[in-house]
């Protein structure tokens, strides 16, 4: 007698999908040949090998896929391979601009450039500490301008701000955003020799023009970050019958403290490498100055432009220079960023 034996059953969460190496096997042969192609047609070069090999593999990783894994599935890989790509090619300037900052400013990053300042240097030598100085201050100060006009304007556009006046300031904010720079510079000079007289350039003039692109910066940011704190919080707080303001105070900043201060860190890298306002507002020198109400102030990227522009005789010295500037702002901002990220996980409301 014979038996009948069950068909042997499918897997249907394996079936009919690529293996977990295929992609990687697939982009290294797309570049392998590719690279071959153009080496043998005697037009090698690495952009061009890794273009074209990247549109080989999306073209073979959908047709490869939509015969094994069907059409749905290899729309999918398309899409993934595409919005892949775009993040690679969004990566791709800001990695090249650390990597050249770092490998053209290591040569002077050493303890003159962060002790000594360009009084008296002519060619090699000579540090940054008065740049840097500068940057600290005329920062600082807009700083303490900027974050607490930005986060009052925004508590009052979402907490109390209603009609016309409302209307009014979010127009100004949206206006002030796109502004340019220069402009920013030229009102804060115009102000101070209105104030003080002619040719008034200080670190406080440079702070103001900062300010200026700061303040909208900060409001959106903090007005954003302010409208996610659930009504549900400020409703259980007013139904035990606390004001307004102190509901403002208790309960919505707290909640959104660690949003308040990404949105603050935001707007200082905004502002902390502009050149063209402080190079209006606060001059420059070539001496170490730390009273920000009197005399000009050298400020790091009017250092890295000064060192670029006016090269002497020894021009790669200037040069030199210019890139550890360009490094040592891009450590401030980063310095900047992850003091901000601890502060905002060590104040911020448990679970968030």
Request: charged share 10%.
């Given at each position: 007698?014979?038996?009948?034996t069950?068909?042997a059953?499918?897997?249907?969460y394996t079936?009919?999908?690529?293996p977990?190496?295929?992609m990687?096997v697939v ?5 392998i040949?590719?690279?071959?192609l ?6 090698f070069?690495?952009a061009q ?8 593999f ?7 896929s939509?015969a094994?894994?069907g059409?749905r ?6 899409a ?10 969004a990566?791709?300037?800001?990695v090249s601009v650390v990597?050249?900052a770092?490998?053209q ?7 003159q450039?962060?002790?000594y300042?360009?009084?008296s240097?002519?060619?090699?030598g000579?540090g ?9 201050w005329?920062?600082?100060?807009a700083?303490v ?6 986060i009052?304007?925004?508590i ?9 006046l409302?209307?009014g300031?979010t127009?100004f904010?949206?206006?002030m955003t796109?502004?340019?720079?220069i402009v ?12 003080f ?5 200080t670190?406080?003039a440079?702070a103001?023009a900062?300010?200026v692109?700061?303040i909208?910066i900060?409001?959106?940011a903090a007005?954003e970050?302010l409208r996610l ?8 707080s007013?139904a035990l019958?606390?004001?307004?303001w102190r509901?403002?105070?208790?309960v ?5 403290l ?5 949105g603050v860190m ?9 050149t063209?306002p402080?190079?209006i507002a ?6 170490m100055?730390?009273n920000?109400?009197?005399g000009?102030?050298?400020t790091?990227p009017?250092?890295?432009?000064r ?8 021009a ?6 210019a890139?550890t ?5 891009i450590?401030?901002?980063?310095l900047?960023?992850?003091?901000a990220?601890l502060?905002?996980s060590?104040f911020a409301?448990k679970?968030?």
């Amino acid at each position: 007698m014979s038996t009948i034996t069950a068909p042997a059953r499918r897997n249907l969460y394996t079936a009919g999908k690529l293996p977990g190496w295929t992609m990687p096997v697939v982009l290294a042969a797309a570049l392998i040949l590719t690279g071959l192609l153009f080496a043998a047609l005697g037009t090698f070069g690495l952009a061009q090998v890794v273009i074209c090999g990247a549109i080989l593999f999306t073209v073979a990783m959908v047709l490869i896929s939509g015969a094994v894994e069907g059409s749905r599935k290899a729309k999918d890989r398309l899409a993934t391979i595409l919005v892949t790509s775009a993040f690679c090619l969004a990566l791709l300037p800001l990695v090249s601009v650390v990597f050249e900052a770092v490998s053209q400013g290591i040569p002077r990053f050493d303890l003159q450039f962060f002790t000594y300042s360009m009084r008296s240097i002519v060619g090699a030598g000579g540090g940054a500490v008065h740049a840097i100085t500068g940057t600290l201050w005329t920062t600082g100060i807009a700083a303490v301008i900027s974050v607490p006009i930005g986060i009052l304007a925004a508590i009052y556009l979402v907490e109390y701000g209603r009609g016309r006046l409302a209307k009014g300031i979010t127009f100004f904010v949206d206006v002030m955003t796109g502004i340019p720079s220069i402009v920013a510079g030229l009102f804060a000079y115009a102000l101070f020799v209105i104030i003080f007289g002619p040719g008034t350039k200080t670190a406080l003039a440079g702070a103001v023009a900062l300010s200026v692109l700061m303040i909208p910066i900060v409001v959106r940011a903090a007005e954003e970050m302010l409208r996610l704190v659930p009504n549900e919080l400020r409703e259980a707080s007013y139904a035990l019958g606390v004001p307004k303001w102190r509901t403002v105070v208790r309960v919505v900043l707290p909640t959104s403290l660690a949003g308040l201060i990404t949105g603050v860190m935001l707007a200082v890298a905004r502002v902390i490498g502009e050149t063209a306002p402080l190079l209006i507002a606060s001059g420059f020198t070539q001496s170490m100055n730390t009273n920000p109400v009197s005399g000009p102030m050298m400020t790091l990227p009017v250092f890295v432009f000064r060192s670029y522009a006016d090269q002497g005789q020894d021009a790669q010295a200037y040069l030199d220079r210019a890139w550890t500037g360009a490094l040592t702002l891009i450590l401030i901002v980063m310095l900047l960023n992850l003091t901000a990220r601890l502060i905002a996980s060590r104040f911020a409301p448990k679970g968030q």
